[in-house]
Nanobody
Framework: QVQLVESGGGEVQAGGSLRLSCVASGSITKINFMDWYRQAPGERREFVARISSVRSWTSLSSTKYADSVRGRFTISGDDVKNTVYLQMDNLKPDDTAVYYC??????????????WGQGTQVTVSS
């Protein structure tokens, strides 16, 4: 049973910063990659950032970002803690959304499967 738990959301003024965390636990053989997505009210869920091979220390530098957040957000991981972070700087009102952590995890019994957290609310006020 794999579980992802996000934390760190909240309400900030435009230009402020937040740091989101996502902890993965359960029967994990290997985390292939972990993503952050977000969904604003009335909108579809959109990709934010990805880090590949979170549990392989030498691969932590493999990252991808949506154009809308590049230069403002930074994704990173901690192999020991099975945790991925999203440092969000210079936040804008358009960043307001529920942020979801997603992990593509290999388990011997199931192969590679996508898992999702329950989300954490980020609200950026003008």
């Amino acid at each position: 049973q794999v579980q992802l738990v996000e934390s760190g959301g909240g309400e900030v003024q435009a230009g402020g910063s937040l740091r989101l965390s996502c902890v993965a636990s359960g029967s994990i053989t290997k985390i292939n990659f972990m993503d952050w997505y977000r969904q604003a009210p009335g909108e579809r869920r959109e990709f934010v950032a990805r880090i590949s091979s979170v549990r392989s220390w030498t691969s932590l530098s493999s990252t991808k970002y949506a154009d809308s957040v590049r230069g403002r957000f930074t994704i990173s991981g901690d192999d020991v803690k099975n945790t991925v972070y999203l440092q969000m700087d210079n936040l804008k009102p358009d960043d307001t959304a529920v942020y979801y952590c997603s992990a593509n995890i290999y388990q011997y019994s199931t192969g590679s499967v996508d898992y999702w957290g329950q989300g954490t609310q980020v609200t950026v006020s003008s």
